[in-house]
């Protein structure tokens, strides 16, 4: 992570009042301090695009986003404010296909305006979906004192990069880290299972469990944390594991891998991902595979 040197943020205006919602001033702070601690650029970028039309930027929004960039500036963090007709997630994201992002914050629904589980507007999951760069969706009103970070981990190169990443910012904020990973019995065993004896079935399952346990382990070693991370395994579906694991240990941020599996490039994420889109409640930050693809052009 600490090769995040420009970071875009996201940031939504209340079409009444001209301020800053509040997922997007959650997103702000977080992306200001996250730019505080790497060394890297900002740039917030704010589209005027509303309900299917372009709309002039009033005096009171102009001000509004000015105040923001000052406030970014007054951190000493150099800041770009950029006001767009375009949509905001495909503004969002063609920056960062020109190199000009390589991270993505932007702010979750908040309690009311989310339309029962779904958490997770618009732009957050096109973003998800078709973003080359990682997306921090960012809880709105969160005091950003990272406690607790979840590593959501496979057995993929993902699950790789998902630790390294997760590591990184536990050890920066001194947090409490925790693994999740999902396990399966083999195919093998439940068709021999009217063979074996209850016993047998059960200490071939624990064993099984003991490998998955044991493999988890090294995994974490070669990630090289700087902290001791708490694991849990689960027999359940990788989305049900994880989303009851978030449920249990409410952590500040969830990290995991989205990974785009076939159709049109880049226009799917993973099954796992797809079935946790706008289900979390805690901050999520969405990682893509090094080869990941975009649908989308830059210009």
């Known amino acids: 992570?600490?090769?995040?040197?420009?970071?875009?943020?996201?940031?939504?205006?209340?079409?009444?009042?001209?301020?800053?919602?509040?997922?997007?001033?959650?997103a702000f702070e977080q992306g200001l301090r996250l730019?505080?601690?790497?060394?890297?650029?900002?740039?917030?970028?704010?589209?005027?695009?509303?309900?299917?039309?372009?709309?002039?930027?009033?005096?009171?929004?102009?001000?509004?986003?000015?105040d923001l960039r000052k406030e970014a500036a007054d951190a000493d963090v150099?800041?770009?404010?950029?006001?767009?007709?375009?949509?905001?997630?495909?503004?969002?994201?063609?920056?960062?296909?020109?190199?000009?992002?390589d991270l993505v914050v932007v702010g979750k629904r908040d309690a009311q305006s989310a339309q029962g589980e779904r958490r997770l507007?618009?732009?957050?999951?096109?973003?998800?979906?078709?973003?080359?760069?990682?997306?921090?969706?960012?809880?709105?009103?969160?005091?950003?004192?990272?406690?607790?970070?979840?590593?959501?981990?496979?057995?993929?190169?993902m699950g790789e990069r998902v630790l390294k990443w997760s590591g990184f910012i536990?050890?920066?904020?001194?947090?409490?880290?925790?693994?999740?990973?999902a396990w399966r019995l083999p195919r093998d065993l439940k068709s021999r299972a009217g063979e074996l004896s209850p016993e047998e079935y059960d200490e071939e399952k624990a064993a099984l469990k003991s490998e998955a346990q044991d493999e988890l382990d090294v995994r974490i070693a070669a990630a090289e944390l700087t902290a001791p991370?708490?694991?849990?395994?689960?027999?359940?579906?990788?989305?049900?594991?994880i989303k009851e694991t978030v449920e249990h240990l409410a952590p500040d941020l969830l990290v995991m891998g989205s990974l785009s599996r076939g159709g049109r490039t880049g226009v799917q994420v993973g099954e796992t991902a797809e079935r946790l889109l706008?289900?979390?409640?805690?901050?999520?930050?969405?990682?893509?595979?090094?080869d990941f693809v975009s649908p989308v052009a830059a210009d």
């Open 1 to 26: 992570m600490d090769a995040v040197k420009h970071i875009l943020v996201g940031i939504e205006l209340a079409p009444r009042t001209q301020e800053v919602t509040e997922g997007s001033r959650t």
């Open 278 to 290: 706008g289900r979390l409640d805690c901050s999520v930050l969405w990682l893509k595979p090094e």
């Open 121 to 157: 507007g618009s732009v957050a999951t096109k973003l998800i979906r078709k973003c080359p760069v990682p997306v921090w969706a960012v809880k709105p009103a969160h005091d950003l004192e990272h406690k607790l970070i979840l590593a959501a981990v496979d057995r993929s190169p």
């Open 229 to 241: 991370a708490n694991t849990h395994l689960s027999r359940k579906s990788p989305a049900v594991a």
């Open 35 to 66: 730019a505080r601690e790497l060394g890297a650029r900002l740039t917030l970028l704010h589209s005027v695009w509303h309900e299917g039309e372009a709309l002039a930027l009033s005096e009171a929004g102009r001000q509004t986003l000015d």
């Open 170 to 181: 536990a050890g920066r904020r001194e947090a409490d880290l925790h693994v999740v990973h």
């Open 78 to 101: 150099p800041t770009r404010l950029e006001v767009t007709e375009a949509r905001p997630w495909l503004a969002l994201l063609r920056n960062a296909l020109r190199g000009e992002g």
